[in-house]
C-alpha cells in the first residue's frame, strides 16, 4: 500500500499511549470487529452467550487499568514521515478513514483512535491487548495494541501488512458509524441472539462493508494519505477477512462449525461484504439489516 508523500496527516484523532476512556455517551459495550473482541469471541462460542447486550463489565472488568504507553507522539505531519516512522502509518489510516466519512455522514462526529499496551480504560470498562481491536460506543473511540494485533493476524494464519491493518481500522470506524446512523442500536434491539442472520452478525458485516466502500473512495482522493493498493494488498484484505470468520475461528480452535453460535459471520461472508462495499464505493449498499442475503 502506497502512502501520498505530500498529504497531510492529521493527529487530532489519534492518541499514541496515555489515558483513554473520555466519555461522550454514557456507558456502553465494546464491540469487537475484524479482530476486535477475538478472545470475546472465543469465550462467548464456548459459553454460548452474545456480545451486544451483556453487562461489559463482565467481559471488560470494571476496574481502572491505566494504559501503558506505546510511545511519546511521533512526528508526523505527511504521508512520506511514514517511510522515516513507520509508527506514523496508524495516523494515516485515521487520517484518511475521517477525511472519508467526515464528508459522507451528515452531522459527522470525530472518533479517536487510542494506541495502547496492555491494559486500557474506557467508557466500556478496562480493555487489554488479548482482546484485539475493539471499539467502544460510550467514547467513539477504537482500541488498538498496535503491536499485539500484528501477533493476532499471524496467530489466525493472516498474511498480515499494512492493508490487512488498514482493513481492522477501517472496520472499527465502521462500527462508529453504525453507532452514529443508529443502526448499532438497532442491532441491540434485536436481542442476543447468535447465528448468521443475527444482529451481531449483521453490524459486523456492515463494518466489513463500511471498510470496503473507504478503501474505494479513500485512493480516489488527491488528499488522502493513502494513495493506492495494489493487487496484493486487496488479497491482503481479503485474505485478512477470511481470516477473522466465525468458521474459521471455530476450526483453528479444533472444534466444529457451529453456525447457530456465530457472532461475526463467516469467512465467507465476511469477504463477500467487504467487496460488496469495495466494488460499489457506496455506503447505501451496507444496508445489512433489510435482507437475509447476506451470503452464508
Known amino acids: 500500500m502506497e502512502f501520498r508523500d505530500n498529504a497531510r496527516?492529521?493527529?487530532?484523532?489519534?492518541?499514541?499511549?496515555?489515558?483513554?476512556?473520555?466519555?461522550?455517551?454514557?456507558?456502553?459495550?465494546?464491540?469487537?470487529?475484524?479482530?476486535?473482541?477475538?478472545?470475546?469471541?472465543?469465550l462467548l462460542l464456548v459459553f454460548g452467550g452474545g456480545n451486544l447486550g451483556i453487562n461489559p463489565?463482565?467481559?471488560?472488568?470494571?476496574?481502572?487499568?491505566?494504559?501503558?504507553?506505546?510511545?511519546?507522539?511521533?512526528?508526523?505531519?505527511?504521508?512520506?514521515?511514514?517511510d522515516a516512522n513507520p509508527d506514523c502509518r496508524w495516523a494515516a489510516y485515521?487520517?484518511?478513514?475521517?477525511?472519508?466519512?467526515?464528508?459522507?455522514?451528515?452531522?459527522?462526529?470525530?472518533?479517536?483512535?487510542q494506541l495502547f499496551s496492555g491494559q486500557v480504560s474506557t467508557a466500556c470498562g478496562t480493555g487489554s491487548s488479548e482482546m484485539g481491536p475493539f471499539y467502544c460506543p460510550g467514547d467513539y473511540t477504537v482500541y488498538i495494541d498496535s503491536e499485539f494485533m500484528g501477533v493476532l493476524l499471524d496467530q489466525l494464519g493472516a498474511a498480515g501488512g499494512y492493508a490487512a491493518e488498514a482493513y481492522i481500522v477501517a472496520h472499527e470506524y465502521?462500527?462508529?458509524?453504525?453507532?452514529?446512523?443508529?443502526?448499532?442500536?438497532?442491532?441491540?434491539?434485536?436481542?442476543?441472539?447468535?447465528?448468521?442472520?443475527?444482529?451481531?452478525?449483521?453490524?459486523?458485516?456492515?463494518?466489513?462493508?463500511?471498510?470496503?466502500v473507504w478503501f474505494a473512495n479513500t485512493i480516489k482522493d488527491p488528499e488522502s494519505p493513502i494513495e493506492s493498493v495494489t493487487q496484493d494488498d486487496l488479497n491482503r484484505i481479503v485474505d485478512a477477512a477470511r481470516a477473522v470468520g466465525d468458521d474459521h475461528i471455530q476450526q483453528q480452535q479444533?472444534?466444529?462449525?457451529?453456525?447457530?453460535?456465530?457472532?461475526?459471520?463467516?469467512?465467507?461472508?465476511?469477504?463477500?461484504?467487504?467487496?460488496?462495499?469495495?466494488?460499489?464505493?457506496?455506503?447505501?449498499v451496507c444496508d445489512t439489516f433489510s435482507t437475509d442475503d447476506l451470503g452464508q
Open 174 to 212: 465502521g462500527h462508529h458509524i453504525s453507532n452514529l446512523t443508529g443502526t448499532m442500536q438497532q442491532a441491540r434491539s434485536m436481542g442476543n441472539d447468535t447465528g448468521p442472520t443475527s444482529g451481531q452478525v449483521r453490524l459486523e458485516l456492515q463494518a466489513d462493508c463500511y471498510a470496503g
Open 57 to 82: 463489565d463482565d467481559i471488560l472488568g470494571g476496574g481502572q487499568a491505566q494504559p501503558q504507553s506505546v510511545e511519546q507522539n511521533p512526528e508526523c505531519r505527511t504521508g512520506a514521515d511514514v
Open 254 to 284: 479444533g472444534g466444529r462449525v457451529v453456525p447457530e453460535s456465530w457472532t461475526h459471520g463467516s469467512s465467507e461472508m465476511r469477504q463477500l461484504w467487504v467487496a460488496k462495499g469495495f466494488n460499489s464505493g457506496d455506503p447505501r
Open 94 to 113: 485515521v487520517s484518511a478513514i475521517e477525511g472519508y466519512w467526515s464528508q459522507t455522514v451528515e452531522g459527522y462526529q470525530s472518533g479517536t483512535t
Open 9 to 42: 496527516i492529521d493527529n487530532a484523532n489519534i492518541r499514541y499511549g496515555g489515558g483513554g476512556g473520555g466519555r461522550r455517551g454514557g456507558r456502553g459495550l465494546a464491540v469487537g470487529g475484524g479482530l476486535g473482541g477475538l478472545i470475546i469471541t472465543l
